[in-house]
């Protein structure tokens, strides 16, 4: 099948899985295309299994393989969705919550990576290095996950603007400690020596430069804005800056991911403030928001359909749980300690850390990491490990975010 055939299929199985999730099983629509996905994929393999004869299986895996997961969203959709999330992020509000946003996207990213590493190291043995690397890669929540979530949750102003703020920033923070590990542990892969001076550059290039491109760009369409009254003309820009702005970061080897955020909150706060008309806002806010729909609804189908090129046995599937509860303490560390730093001088309600802990998803971003690592003898272990986390995440910390926030509301309320 040539691009256009799967890129068609895709769209086809998306909309027949939300319109099947749409019917009967009336969840939020990314998480219900995810779990119609994963069962189909999973009554294929049963069904293998009882007639063998069938080689569904078979015959489906190397089409699941060829889709490129990993190139797929770190290269091709996960700008769009950035910036579509960050349109809607106002750099008033994340200013109030900055000092919270940049410690959790730091300090809370290696503090995650460690304990989630370590504790791989300890339980099953891993090499400490591929345990960080797996560290780093479930230590960043899904801005595409989490984005999706709010939506339903229905949380206060500036909880939300935390939670966003956070998830929009430490992937590229995340991105930058896994290039890293990955050059340590395999350094015929890495550009460059694998010393902790080449970090510190590497973190400056990528993340520092990625800010600076991000702003740049949004600068230069936002005076392009300013003198056009064109509303085709103006979307068009805002599509031209997304997709062109993340490609020239991946060719100066600048974080894309931080680009995209960056240009997003600069074209949706002082963009539609100072540079559109009312019309003009009222269709790029439309335009971004059924991208962002549709390309949700793609990654999570994604998501479901890569069941097939995970290597599952019993094992594997135990260390999936172990994952699951490692990867629940490493965040409930990355958010409480920043909090805590920060209580002598900002006082936050008692639901934040409960919150921001279990609504910490991890998604796509996770997946095609563990995909991208090198082959190994620890890769299999390592995706499906990361595979089982990001399914918990989504299906049972996706479904029940929203409830725990109402109850613990109530029951702050009554205090």
Excluded at 27 to 33: A, D
Excluded at 225 to 247: F, H, N, Q
Aim: charged content about 10%; some cysteine.
């Amino acid at each position: 099948m040539n691009a256009l055939q799967i890129a068609s299929l895709m769209i086809v199985l998306a909309g027949l899985f939300g319109a099947i999730n749409y019917f009967f099983l009336k969840l939020p629509s990314s998480i219900g295309i995810l779990i119609v996905a994963l069962v189909a994929s999973l009554c294929i393999m049963a069904l293998d299994v009882v007639m063998p004869s069938l080689a569904l299986s078979e015959t489906i895996r190397p089409m699941v393989q060829n889709l490129e997961f990993s190139d797929t969203l770190l290269e091709g959709m996960l700008g769009l969705l950035l910036f579509a999330g960050a349109l809607h992020v106002k750099i008033s509000d994340l200013h109030e919550q900055a000092w919270t946003v940049a410690l959790m996207a730091t300090i809370g990213i290696g503090l995650s990576t460690a304990i989630a590493g370590l504790g791989l190291h300890f339980a099953l043995g891993v090499p400490v290095l591929m345990a960080l690397i797996f560290g780093a890669l479930i230590s960043p929540t899904d801005p595409v996950a989490v984005l999706g979530v709010l939506r339903q949750a229905n949380l206060r102003k500036s909880l939300e603007t935390q939670i966003a703020g956070e998830s929009l920033f430490n992937d590229g923070v995340g991105y930058v400690v896994f290039l890293f590990l990955i050059g340590l542990a395999f350094p015929h892969n890495a550009h460059g020596d694998a010393s902790f001076m080449s970090a510190l550059a590497l973190f400056g290039q990528e993340a520092i430069g990625g800010a600076l491109l991000g702003g740049g760009l949004g600068w230069l369409v936002f005076q392009m804005m300013k003198r056009i009254d064109d509303y085709p003309l103006e979307v068009l820009l805002s599509l031209g800056l997304a997709l062109g702005g993340y490609e020239l970061a991946v060719y100066l080897h600048v974080s894309g991911p931080i680009m995209a955020v960056v240009a997003g909150l600069f074209i949706g706060d002082v963009g539609m403030k100072f540079g559109m008309s009312k019309i003009t806002r009222e269709y790029l806010t439309a335009f971004w928001t059924l991208i962002d729909e549709i390309l949700n609804a793609l990654l999570f189908l994604l998501i479901g359909v890569e069941v097939f090129a995970i290597a599952f046995d019993f094992d594997a599937i135990l260390a999936g749980f172990l994952g699951i509860v490692l990867s629940l303490v490493a965040r409930l560390a990355a958010v409480s300690v920043p909090i805590l730093m920060l209580s002598r001088w900002k006082k936050y309600r008692r639901d934040v850390i409960p919150i921001m802990t279990w609504g910490g998803l991890k998604g796509g971003i996770s997946v095609a990491l563990a995909l991208s690592i090198p082959d190994n003898e620890w890769k299999p272990l390592i995706l499906t490990i990361t595979y089982i986390v990001v399914l918990f995440s989504i299906i049972v910390q996706g479904l029940t975010i929203a409830p725990l926030a109402k109850k613990l509301n109530r029951e702050q309320d009554l205090l």
